[in-house]
């Protein structure tokens, strides 16, 4: 077993230990084309980067040809006010990264 020191010293090491390494692997190498960085979008980009999705040999390409509006930040919480007028897709792509 990992002792409480390994666990912080390495990000993945509870999920390695959830999932296998083999998965986590295969999580890491996965390409993903996710069309969207709404609301919906956010949550799901947030839970690609937290599970390490794509940092591997894969990559997560997000596409969203709308714009932050003001209306956008009280559901989008990757977005903040001076983010407005910027592309949803590079925006959102940056925060996560």
């Not at 990000?11 to 986590?24: A, F, I, P």
């Not at 999580?27 to 709404?38: E, R, S, T």
């Not at 009280?74 to 792509?93: D, M, V, Y």
């Amino acid at each position: 077993m990992f002792s409480p020191v390994d666990e912080g010293a390495f990000r993945y090491t509870g999920l390695k230990m959830c999932l296998g390494e083999d998965l986590v692997n295969e999580i890491q190498d996965c390409k993903v084309f996710m069309i969207g960085a709404g609301a919906i979008g956010c949550e799901l980009l947030k839970n690609y980067a937290m599970l390490g999705l794509g940092t591997g040999d894969g990559g997560i390409i997000v596409t969203d040809p709308d714009v932050i509006e003001v209306s956008n930040l009280n559901r989008q919480f990757l977005f903040r006010e001076k983010h407005l007028r910027k592309p949803k897709s590079q925006t959102a792509a940056a925060a996560a990264i």
